[in-house]
C-alpha cells in the first residue's frame, strides 16, 4: 500500500502564499502521477494539479494557472504546492493522492481516477 501524508494548511489572508507537502511512502509500482485535489463546503472534489514523478510534467486546472506550482523533491519521496496570490475561493480542504500508471491510456488523463489519498489539510483564505 501507499501512505500519502499532507502537511503545511493553514489561515492566511487573500494575496499570501503558502506551501503545502505531501510525503509519500510503500511505494511497490515503478510508474506513477501525484496530484492535489480540494473539496470546498458543498462542493465536488476538484483537480487542482498533477505530477508524472518520472519525467516532472505538470497539469493544473484552468483556475489556479500562473499561481501554483507543484514540484517534486525525489530523495524525499516529497510534493509540494506551492500556491501564491490566493484568493478567498481557494478556501478547501487539499487532498494529495497517488496513481499508479499502469498503461498508456492512464497517461492521457492527470485527473483519471486516483488509487492513493491522503488525510487532507485545511487551507482558509480569507478576504
Known amino acids: 500500500q501507499v501512505q500519502l501524508v499532507e502537511s503545511g494548511g493553514g489561515l492566511v489572508q487573500a494575496g499570501d502564499s503558502l506551501r503545502l507537502s505531501c510525503a509519500a511512502s510503500g511505494r511497490t509500482f515503478s510508474s506513477y502521477r501525484m496530484g492535489w485535489f480540494r473539496q470546498a463546503p458543498g462542493k465536488e472534489r476538484e483537480f487542482v494539479t498533477a505530477i508524472t514523478w518520472s519525467s516532472g510534467r505538470t497539469y493544473y486546472t484552468d483556475s489556479v494557472k500562473g499561481r501554483f506550482t507543484i514540484s517534486r523533491d525525489n530523495a524525499k519521496n516529497t510534493v509540494y504546492l506551492q500556491m501564491n496570490s490566493l484568493k478567498p475561493e481557494d478556501t478547501a480542504v487539499y487532498y494529495c493522492?497517488?496513481?499508479?500508471?499502469?498503461?498508456?491510456?492512464?497517461?492521457?488523463?492527470?485527473?483519471?481516477?486516483?488509487?492513493?489519498w491522503g488525510q487532507g489539510t485545511q487551507v482558509t483564505v480569507s478576504s
Open positions: 493522492a497517488a496513481k499508479w500508471l499502469r498503461n498508456y491510456s492512464d497517461r492521457l488523463d492527470p485527473t483519471g481516477p486516483y488509487d492513493y
